[in-house]
T-cell receptor, first 112, second 113 residues
Framework: NAGVTQTPKFRILKIGQSMTLQCTQDMNHNYMYWYRQDPGMGLKLIYYSVGAGITDKGEVPNGYNVSRSTTEDFPLRLELAAPSQTSVYFC???????????FGPGTRLTVT | GENVEQHPSTLSVQEGDSAVIKCTYSDSASNYFPWYKQELGKGPQLIIDIRSNVGEKKDQRIAVTLNKTAKHFSLHITETQPEDSAVYFCAAAGNTNAGKSTFGDGTTLTVKP
């Protein structure tokens, strides 16, 4: 199993550009999450999904959108990138609620 | 919502010493408390977890204790080694809100050889 994979690993965006961060898991997990991690800080939940077709907002959803058309994929869309979205983004999945989350390697995004 | 506070933010110990990291949580409905280790440039990885029906759990050099009354839990690492150097995160989750985990801000542990 590859676990949770994320692409790209690094990206530099100009202000106002858009992009999609890809996340795929091969563990057949229903629960998937997107977090951002700012320097020296913990993980803040952006969006989460409890299954295909179902998504909901986390703590910091503004400026982002998600979709979940399949169990495996959970892409995160940034529209009109802003410098405040410079961060490291982690995707995670879990088998059930209140269970271990498996994290991807992260995408380091810089908006200038 | 849940609020998790983690202390200290940085911790430096000599190899072979013990390290203790403490977290407090606010929501009495939380019932799952994982600890994650994040090495430089990687995603967090679970090292140990505890559920609210248990007071202590051990796995070799790592242990976690939970005090539900006081709403705090701690990570204990004994006989620390340089490879234990990393950022450690605590989290709290419950059965509501899709079991969303709320994370502490992390502790950077440095083990000096």
């Amino acid at each position: 199993n590859a676990g949770v994979t994320q692409t790209p690993k690094f990206r530099i965006l100009k202000i106002g550009q858009s992009m999609t961060l890809q996340c795929t898991q091969d563990m057949n997990h229903n629960y998937m999450y997107w977090y951002r991690q700012d320097p020296g800080m913990g993980l803040k939940l952006i969006y989460y999904s409890v299954g295909a077709g179902i998504t909901d907002k986390g703590e910091v959803p503004n400026g982002y959108n998600v979709s979940r058309s399949t169990t495996e994929d959970f892409p995160l869309r940034l529209e009109l990138a802003a410098p405040s979205q410079t961060s490291v983004y982690f995707c995670a999945s879990s088998y059930e609620i209140s269970y271990e989350q498996y994290f991807g390697p992260g995408t380091r995004l810089t908006v200038t | 919502g849940e609020n998790v506070e983690q202390h200290p933010s940085t911790l430096s110990v000599q190899e072979g010493d013990s390290a203790v990291i403490k977290c407090t949580y606010s929501d009495s409905a939380s019932n799952y408390f994982p600890w994650y280790k994040q090495e430089l440039g990687k995603g967090p990885q679970l090292i140990i977890d505890i559920r609210s029906n248990v007071g202590e759990k051990k796995d070799q050099r790592i242990a976690v204790t939970l005090n539900k009354t006081a709403k705090h839990f701690s990570l204990h690492i004994t006989e620390t080694q340089p490879e234990d150097s990393a950022v450690y995160f605590c989290a709290a989750a419950g059965n509501t809100n899709a079991g969303k985990s709320t994370f502490g801000d992390g502790t950077t542990l440095t083990v000096k050889p």
